[in-house]
């Protein structure tokens, strides 16, 4: 349980960097949903650091994954459900997890404190009640 | 400097995700499932890096303008309406189904292809919101 919380303060660590610099140097909020829905349809001025953000993004997950840990992901027609909801969602409220849990409490947003708090809500929500109606 | 730094948001980005379990869709159920086996482990990353966002955030303010000379976001609008709250709930189903975000999503194209429906539906379900907007409740 603590090696579990260091690696977490750790990874939050590196996380808040990342949307620092990008913040101080660049000037931009780094929201993941906000930078991916720039990519779909018309490329907007600065896309390419959209881009290369990503493609940083998968070289620093696959340096630093657990080689030995598989992923356990749920049943395929969930995943897509999930993943639409998902898409869907972020849209709506524009901002995810990063943008409004990360970047939007740190620059003291209501707007953000709302969404989390929603997000985090029914999120914790729906595992219960798929646990309730047994998946 | 600014495709450096964005490369380098990345790297740190990813690298985090994967250090942090969040990459790993079953300990973020775990720490969505306040009710059973709770594993709050994964609220370390926020604890973490909110703090060290809202450092940058501060020297960026005091400074006026980003280091690259382009201007800083605006400050956030305090508009609190029905399409912030009913997408975060919408964002929320999906993420307590599946156990993944946007960002763990993507990075996880890189540890295991099977993640690729999710991101997929995830880029349709981001079009299909575009693409109903005129639709004035949703607008």
Known sequence: MWHDIVLALAGGCLIGLAAGLFYLVNGRILGISGLAQSLLGRWPARASESVLFFAGLLVGALVLADPARSLALVPTPRLLFAGLLVGIGVRLANGCTSGHAVCGLARGARRSLAATAFFMASAALTVILVKVIGS | MR????????????????LSGMVDPAKVLGFLDITGAWDPSLGGVMAAAIPMTAL??????RRGVSLSGSPLPEPPSKVIDARLIGGSIIFGIGWGLAGLCPGPAIADLALDGRVLPF????????????????IPIIH
């Open chain 2, 3 to 18: 495709s450096v730094v964005a490369v380098v948001a990345g790297l740190l980005f990813g690298a985090g995700l994967a």
């Open chain 2, 56 to 61: 940058f955030y501060y020297l960026g303010r």
């Open chain 2, 119 to 134: 991101v997929v539906a995830m880029a349709v379900g981001m079009i299909l919101v575009k693409a109903i907007r005129r």
